[in-house]
């Protein structure tokens, strides 16, 4: 029997060799000059100068760059189809693939309002600063609303499709992003039947909605079922139900992303 002193030299070394794996290393640097800020889009990583934006990939890699000076000391950059960016008083879409201009929107928020933050959502893009908010489209640059006096104390945020601003007093909430939001809430499951109740917890109408169904027979086989649910209102859910005697499975709304969302990964829930 290992005695309790052994027992306690041994768990120590043990633990000192399990944290040789996880040592904080330097791994590379690259010369992009002093970043006043660094985001990335889920596959490279992009870098705000005071006179530039960059891109890199994941080995330090310079992918292009391109002499704009991003507004907010760069945080006014953010990462969707394309890079969304505030320069001065202007916002400006670039391409992805090597930082050429897609569109520019001169004077977005009204002279001597300089672009601060950038929020993307779908096909909507929100350009805003301490005073104002405007809603432009993701491909053209074109107005989805007027310029909207939304004054905020603090950094906004977004949630659920609305633009959140602090005042002295609490949040303030716009409807921003005017997009469903399509959701299995539940699923109900008798002995001749299953119930999916989907929920559109957007801000917008979603119609044409198709919801697959792949379920595993009491037999043991599998079946895969579609079911247009036609339209959820926003704020509205609908029942949508499968005759039959199922084990398990699981349920997806809107399965082959016909339908743009504020959220694409919430449309999945299993059963059993």
């Known amino acids: 029997m290992i005695g309790k002193r052994h027992g306690i030299m041994f768990l120590c070394v043990l633990i000192a060799t ?20 660094i985001t990335g889009d889920g596959q490279n990583i992009l870098v705000t100068t005071s006179s530039a934006i960059k891109e890199i990939d994941p080995t330090g890699a310079q992918v ?28 400006r879409a670039l391409n992805k693939a ?23 959502k779908g ?19 074109n107005n ?11 950094e906004p945020s977004v949630f659920g499709g609305y633009y959140l601003a602090g005042t002295s007093t609490g949040v303030t909430a716009y409807k921003g ?7 299995v809430k539940s699923i109900t499951k008798a002995t001749d039947k299953t119930t999916a109740k989907i929920e559109n917890i957007g801000l917008s109408d979603a119609s044409k909605v198709l919801v697959k169904f792949v379920v595993r027979k009491t037999d043991g086989t599998y079946r895969t079922i579609h079911l247009n649910a036609g339209t959820i209102g926003a704020g509205q859910s609908k ?28 449309n999945q829930r299993y059963f059993s």
């Open 64 to 91: 292009w760059s391109q002499d704009i000076a991003v507004s907010g000391n760069g945080s006014a950059v953010k990462a969707g189809k394309y890079v969304f960016i505030g320069t001065a008083n202007d916002a």
């Open 144 to 154: 989805l609303t007027a310029v909207q006096d939304a004054p905020t104390v603090s």
């Open 123 to 141: 096909t909507c893009v929100i350009f805003s600063n301490s005073e104002k908010a405007i809603v432009l489209d993701r491909e053209t640059g």
């Open 239 to 266: 029942d949508v139900v499968i005759n039959g005697a199922f084990s398990r499975g699981y349920t997806i709304v809107d399965p082959y992303y016909a339908i743009t969302e504020l959220n694409e990964g919430n």
């Open 177 to 183: 992003f005017m997009l469903p939001d399509l959701r």
């Open 18 to 37: 399990m944290s040789c794996g996880f040592a904080f290393q330097q791994a590379w640097t690259s010369d992009t000059g002093q970043p006043q800020k």
């Open 98 to 120: 090597d930082g050429s201009t897609k569109w520019t929107k001169t004077d977005v928020l009204g002279a001597a309002q300089p672009v601060k933050y950038v929020f993307v």
